[in-house]
């Protein structure tokens, strides 16, 4: 297991468009809306519906169509992908949509999530002489699809989706249709929009206001979108579903302008921080959250309590993010590149510092000394999301609890190791409530809590052993 130093990451965001003469340039300005959800590759895949055609590449979206690679794009309509990296490595290889080549017909592939019984199937198909192209666990599902005959791309598709196991929105484009599908949990979001006669499908809806198109639904856990010259319809490939959305999204990864189960994530967290000042009220003199996904919660802290929300924290938009950097100590560079205290605001000052999330410590302790050595008097800080305390498996990148520092530590020794005066996190009833629960009698009113409780909503599969290895090392 890898104990790399590594933030938060999300892995990918995904865009598709049939009927519309622009498809192309629609998903990537589709694309360009989620590009915070993944910046190490990007592709797009278009039809013509005689053939299908795609350019990928490393790299933000700008980089990768920068030569007019986007005019070869041809057709009425197409699927893209950006990308960061969490199964499979950061080659060209792994670069989505992957596109397929079979006898009579041609499909492409873009995946957002993550397989949990992936080296499981993989080891399977192998065996029975499958070859991968790639390392990312994606590819499973077209060697899956290859290997049902049902003789029905549909049919196929329901048999192989059935076999997958953890988190997953796919987008799948053949030269007569554009297929969506999400998991059984719907942890990652998933929605369908319209422009004109055009269906889009987007991982955020915040990608529909910037190409134009009106919200129509959200894609339900369990259910296939089919979209073709005959319109849109809709199948299940299981009924036994239940909501598990990544409150992740909530907290962190998602755009403050989408919508996820109809609920504004700007909203949410603007909630998260107003019940977090009621869990964790400290006299201070100025609120600052970390830009960007903490403002809307240092918002929220900061009118509940009536303390002013300040400045106090600017982020250089021109720096790429820190997780490329490969040590701690060019991390930590990164961090000081990234953001600045104002001093103006903060001297001499009690200041109550907001932040979305702690993962190993390091940014944050980076943070609360960039306060002081801008002249801060004390340093609060308050986290708007409950300890994350267990790995992920379903589609972001830390799976081990040895990367987590508060699987490690009680929240006296956080608040030592990252030097603040105080530290308060915010309650899993208080992340529920705030987000508000959109399924109110599903369990956590349909969200995932993994994160924070170690309570995964599926079987962890290839994971199992894994996990159990990491308590057992813990409790040793
Ligand atoms: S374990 Fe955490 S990050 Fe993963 S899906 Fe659940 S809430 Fe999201």
Redesign the pocket.
Known sequence: MSTEIKGLNEECGIFGIWNHPSAAQITYYGLHSLQHRGQEGAGIVSTDGVTLKGHRNLGLLADVFKHGELDDLVGKSAIGHVRYATAGGKSLSNVQPFLFHFQNSSLALAHNGNLINAKTLRNELEEEGAIFQTSSDTEVLAHLLKRSRTGSLLEDLKVALNQVKG?FAYMLLTENELIAALDPNG?RPLSIGKIGDAYVVASETCAFDTVGAEFVRDVEPGELIIINDEGLHIEKFTADVTHSI???EYVYFARPDSNIAGINVHSARKRMGKRLAQEAFIEADVVTGVPDSSISAAIGYAEETGIPYELGLIKNRYVARTFIQPSQELREQGVKMKLSAVRGVVEGKRVVMIDDSIVRGTTSRRIVQLLREAGAAEVHVRIASPPLAFP?F???DIQTRNELIAANYSVDEICHIIGADSLTYLSEDGLVEAVGRPYPNEPYGGL????FNGDYPTELFDYEQEYLASLEAKSR
């Open positions: 988190g942890f990544c409150s992740m992920c379903y589609g972001i995932c809590m993994a994160y």
